[in-house]
C-alpha cells in the first residue's frame, strides 16, 4: 500500500462521508488560527527544511530540461525525483521525515541484484507506489509553504510550478551543495533506475547534509528568520516564534520537544521549576502569543472531556434519553466526582489553590490537570473524578486569567471569529455564573457549550458531506452514536525544530554556537 501523507488542513468532500468527528466542538478553529499566524511557511508535515531547496532545484531543472507544460508530464519528473530521494535518504541516514521512506527501506532491504528499478513504484502504473499522493510531498505539503515562503511564483501560460527570484537563489545554492551529484541523480531520473554504487555517490543529497559553512544554509537562515522583515509582517511572526524556541533551548541547555516549548511558554518556568528570563520586546509578546495558545488548547480539552465524559453516559441509555435527565445525570455524577463540592461556581474558583508554575509535579495545577484528561485511553471509561479535574482546571484557568482578559482579548483579536468559542468567552461565560449553584453551572456549560455547540458545528460539517454527529436527537430523546476523546492540536513546532537543528542552530547540546549569534544579534 502506498504510504499517504495526512493534509494539515480540512479536506474538501463530493459525497457525504461519515466522518470520526475531528475537532467535534469546533474550538480547535482557534487554535489552529493561532499557530498558523506564528509560524506561516513551516506546516506539521514538512518535516525537513531541505525539502524546499529540493523542490525549487526539481522545479528549475524540469523548466531547463523539459518544455511540456502538461502536469502528467511534470509529475513523472517530480515523483522519480521524489523516490530516488527516498532512496538516498534510506540508504546514507535512514533520514526521518522523509516522504516515502518506508517503501525506500523496503525496498532496499529486499533488493535482489544491484539495481533499484523505482519508476514502477512512481510512474502511477502498479499498486506498489512510494506515496498515494499524484504529486507527492510537493503537493501535499511542501508547494503550500514554499508560496508563502515566495520560493515559487505563478506562471502566465500554464500551470506547472515556477521557482521565483529567491526560489532560484536557493535552488543554486542546492546544486552548488550537491555538485557533480546532481549529474548522477538526474540521470537515475531519467532512467527511473539507480545502481547501489550511485546511491553511494548521492550522499551529498541527504536531508541532514546541510553544511554549516555553505551558502545554502545561510539562505534557509535568511529565508526563515527574515530578519529585515518589518515588524508586523507574517515573516517576523515566523521569526520570533522560531527565536522562542531557541530562547527555551537556551534555559534548558539541550533541545527541546514541542511540548517543552508550550509548556514553558504557557507556564513561565523551566524543567527544573526554575523562573524563566523575561524576554523583551517582540520576543516577549510572542511568548505570550503562545501562552494565550496554549490557554486556548487547555480551555478545548477541558471541554471535550466533558463531552466524552457525557457521551459515555448517553451509552447507558442505548435507546434514548430526555435532554433533561441525561443533563441531570451527568451534573450529579460530576458533583459526586468532586467529593466535597462547593456550592457556586465563584466558591470553587475561591477554593482552589493554584500554583504559580503551571507546569510540574502538583496536583493542582495545569499540567497535571490536564496530563489526567489526556492519558486516559480512548477504550477506557473515564470516571467521575477525572472528569471534574476538567472541571478544576476550567476554575484553575479562571483564576489564573482573570487578571488578563484584557491582553487575552488583543491576541485573540482577529484571529478568533465572531462565533468562535475561545478560551476568552468560556471564561466570560463562567464569570457570569459565579454566583450560580455549582450543579446549574456545570448542567448550563454542558448544555448550551458542549451539546448545543457539537450539533451547530456538525451541522456545519453536514454542508460539506461529513457526518460527524456523536449523538442525535429524534422525537425528544438523545442516542449515543460515537465517542471522541480530548486532544491538543499539533502546533508546528516539531517541524520548526526540525528546521533550526538541520541547519544548525540546535544541536545534540541545544543550542549551537550559530544558534546563540542569532540570539544575541537582535
Given at each position: 500500500m502506498?504510504?499517504e501523507?495526512?493534509?494539515?488542513?480540512?479536506?474538501?468532500?463530493?459525497?457525504?462521508?461519515?466522518?470520526?468527528?475531528l475537532?467535534?466542538?469546533g474550538?480547535?478553529?482557534?487554535?489552529?488560527?493561532?499557530?498558523?499566524a506564528?509560524?506561516?511557511?513551516i506546516?506539521?508535515v514538512?518535516?525537513?527544511v531541505?525539502?524546499?531547496a529540493?523542490?525549487?532545484w526539481?522545479?528549475?531543472e524540469?523548466?531547463?530540461?523539459?518544455?511540456?507544460p502538461?502536469?502528467d508530464h511534470w509529475c513523472v519528473f517530480l515523483r522519480?525525483?521524489?523516490?530516488?530521494?527516498?532512496?538516498v535518504a534510506?540508504?546514507h541516514a535512514?533520514?526521518a521525515?522523509?516522504?516515502?521512506?518506508?517503501w525506500?527501506g523496503?525496498?532496499l532491504?529486499?533488493?535482489k541484484g544491484?539495481r533499484?528499478r523505482f519508476?514502477?513504484?512512481?510512474?502511477?502504473?502498479a499498486?506498489?507506489?512510494?506515496?498515494?499522493?499524484?504529486f507527492g510531498?510537493f503537493?501535499?505539503?511542501?508547494?503550500?509553504?514554499?508560496a508563502?515562503l515566495?520560493l515559487?511564483?505563478e506562471?502566465?501560460?500554464?500551470?506547472?510550478?515556477?521557482t521565483?527570484v529567491?526560489?532560484t537563489?536557493?535552488?543554486?545554492d542546492?546544486a552548488?551543495?550537491v555538485g557533480?551529484?546532481?549529474?548522477?541523480?538526474?540521470e537515475?531520473v531519467?532512467?527511473?533506475?539507480v545502481?547501489?554504487?550511485?546511491?553511494q555517490?548521492l550522499?551529498?543529497?541527504?536531508?541532514s547534509?546541510i553544511?554549516?559553512?555553505?551558502?545554502?544554509?545561510?539562505?534557509?537562515e535568511?529565508?526563515?528568520?527574515?530578519?529585515?522583515?518589518g515588524?508586523?509582517?507574517?515573516a517576523?511572526k515566523?521569526?520570533?516564534?522560531l527565536?522562542?524556541v531557541?530562547?527555551?533551548?537556551?534555559a534548558?541547555?539541550?533541545?527541546p520537544?514541542?511540548?517543552?516549548?508550550?509548556?514553558?511558554a504557557?507556564?513561565?518556568?523551566?524543567?527544573?521549576?526554575?523562573?524563566?528570563?523575561?524576554?523583551?520586546?517582540?520576543?516577549a509578546?510572542?511568548?505570550?502569543?503562545?501562552?494565550?495558545?496554549?490557554?486556548?488548547?487547555l480551555?478545548?480539552?477541558?471541554?471535550?472531556?466533558?463531552?466524552?465524559?457525557t457521551?459515555e453516559a448517553?451509552?447507558?441509555?442505548?435507546?434514548?434519553?430526555?435532554?433533561?435527565a441525561?443533563?441531570e445525570?451527568?451534573?450529579?455524577?460530576?458533583?459526586?466526582?468532586?467529593?466535597d463540592a462547593?456550592a457556586?461556581?465563584?466558591?470553587?474558583?475561591?477554593?482552589l489553590v493554584v500554583p504559580?508554575?503551571a507546569?510540574?509535579?502538583?496536583?493542582?495545577?495545569?499540567?497535571?490537570l490536564?496530563d489526567?484528561l489526556?492519558?486516559f485511553r480512548?477504550?477506557?471509561?473515564?470516571?467521575?473524578?477525572t472528569?471534574?479535574?476538567?472541571?478544576?482546571?476550567?476554575?484553575t484557568?479562571?483564576r489564573?486569567?482573570e487578571?488578563?482578559?484584557?491582553?487575552?482579548q488583543?491576541?485573540?483579536?482577529?484571529?478568533?471569529h465572531d462565533?468562535?468559542q475561545?478560551?476568552?468567552?468560556?471564561?466570560?461565560?463562567l464569570a457570569?455564573?459565579?454566583?450560580?449553584?455549582?450543579?446549574?453551572?456545570?448542567?448550563a456549560l454542558i448544555?448550551q457549550?458542549?451539546?448545543?455547540?457539537?450539533?451547530?458545528v456538525?451541522?456545519?460539517?453536514?454542508?460539506?458531506?461529513?457526518?460527524?454527529?456523536?449523538f442525535?436527537?429524534?422525537d425528544g430523546?438523545?442516542?449515543?452514536?460515537?465517542?471522541?476523546?480530548?486532544?491538543?492540536?499539533n502546533?508546528?513546532?516539531?517541524?520548526?525544530?526540525?528546521?533550526?537543528?538541520?541547519?544548525?542552530?540546535?544541536?545534540?547540546?541545544?543550542?549551537?554556537a550559530?544558534?546563540?549569534?542569532?540570539?544575541?544579534a537582535?
Amino acid at each position: 500500500m502506498a504510504e499517504e501523507i495526512p493534509p494539515e488542513g480540512d479536506p474538501e468532500w463530493s459525497e457525504l462521508q461519515e466522518r470520526q468527528g475531528l475537532d467535534p466542538l469546533g474550538m480547535q478553529n482557534t487554535s489552529i488560527a493561532l499557530y498558523q499566524a506564528m509560524l506561516p511557511g513551516i506546516s506539521n508535515v514538512t518535516l525537513r527544511v531541505r525539502y524546499y531547496a529540493f523542490h525549487s532545484w526539481i522545479s528549475r531543472e524540469y523548466a531547463r530540461l523539459h518544455h511540456s507544460p502538461e502536469a502528467d508530464h511534470w509529475c513523472v519528473f517530480l515523483r522519480r525525483c521524489e523516490a530516488l530521494y527516498a532512496l538516498v535518504a534510506q540508504q546514507h541516514a535512514q533520514a526521518a521525515g522523509v516522504g516515502g521512506s518506508r517503501w525506500a527501506g523496503n525496498t532496499l532491504k529486499g533488493l535482489k541484484g544491484n539495481r533499484v528499478r523505482f519508476s514502477v513504484n512512481t510512474d502511477r502504473q502498479a499498486p506498489d507506489q512510494y506515496l498515494a499522493q499524484k504529486f507527492g510531498t510537493f503537493g501535499a505539503a511542501y508547494s503550500s509553504q514554499m508560496a508563502v515562503l515566495g520560493l515559487l511564483q505563478e506562471a502566465q501560460k500554464h500551470d506547472l510550478p515556477v521557482t521565483s527570484v529567491r526560489g532560484t537563489k536557493l535552488a543554486s545554492d542546492f546544486a552548488a551543495s550537491v555538485g557533480s551529484a546532481a549529474d548522477v541523480f538526474l540521470e537515475g531520473v531519467r532512467r527511473g533506475s539507480v545502481t547501489l554504487e550511485e546511491l553511494q555517490q548521492l550522499g551529498a543529497f541527504a536531508p541532514s547534509g546541510i553544511e554549516l559553512d555553505s551558502d545554502e544554509r545561510e539562505t534557509y537562515e535568511e529565508l526563515l528568520l527574515a530578519p529585515q522583515a518589518g515588524p508586523d509582517t507574517l515573516a517576523a511572526k515566523r521569526r520570533h516564534s522560531l527565536r522562542l524556541v531557541l530562547h527555551t533551548a537556551d534555559a534548558l541547555g539541550r533541545t527541546p520537544d514541542a511540548l517543552e516549548v508550550r509548556w514553558m511558554a504557557y507556564s513561565g518556568f523551566d524543567d527544573e521549576g526554575n523562573p524563566l528570563v523575561p524576554l523583551r520586546g517582540a520576543d516577549a509578546a510572542c511568548r505570550y502569543q503562545w501562552r494565550v495558545y496554549h490557554a486556548n488548547d487547555l480551555m478545548h480539552v477541558c471541554h471535550e472531556a466533558l463531552l466524552r465524559f457525557t457521551l459515555e453516559a448517553l451509552e447507558r441509555h442505548p435507546n434514548g434519553v430526555r435532554i433533561g435527565a441525561l443533563l441531570e445525570e451527568v451534573a450529579g455524577r460530576l458533583i459526586d466526582g468532586a467529593g466535597d463540592a462547593p456550592a457556586s461556581w465563584g466558591e470553587l474558583e475561591d477554593s482552589l489553590v493554584v500554583p504559580e508554575n503551571a507546569w510540574g509535579e502538583d496536583e493542582n495545577n495545569e499540567w497535571y490537570l490536564a496530563d489526567d484528561l489526556l492519558s486516559f485511553r480512548i477504550e477506557d471509561a473515564l470516571s467521575a473524578e477525572t472528569a471534574f479535574a476538567a472541571i478544576r482546571l476550567l476554575a484553575t484557568l479562571a483564576r489564573r486569567f482573570e487578571p488578563e482578559l484584557g491582553a487575552v482579548q488583543q491576541v485573540l483579536h482577529g484571529i478568533a471569529h465572531d462565533t468562535s468559542q475561545t478560551v476568552l468567552t468560556e471564561l466570560r461565560f463562567l464569570a457570569r455564573r459565579r454566583d450560580a449553584p455549582l450543579k446549574a453551572t456545570i448542567t448550563a456549560l454542558i448544555k448550551q457549550r458542549i451539546l448545543d455547540r457539537h450539533q451547530l458545528v456538525a451541522f456545519q460539517k453536514l454542508r460539506g458531506g461529513d457526518y460527524t454527529f456523536l449523538f442525535e436527537v429524534e422525537d425528544g430523546l438523545v442516542r449515543p452514536r460515537k465517542k471522541a476523546g480530548p486532544v491538543f492540536t499539533n502546533p508546528r513546532l516539531r517541524s520548526a525544530i526540525s528546521f533550526l537543528t538541520d541547519i544548525h542552530l540546535l544541536g545534540t547540546d541545544g543550542l549551537t554556537a550559530r544558534g546563540r549569534q542569532v540570539l544575541e544579534a537582535a
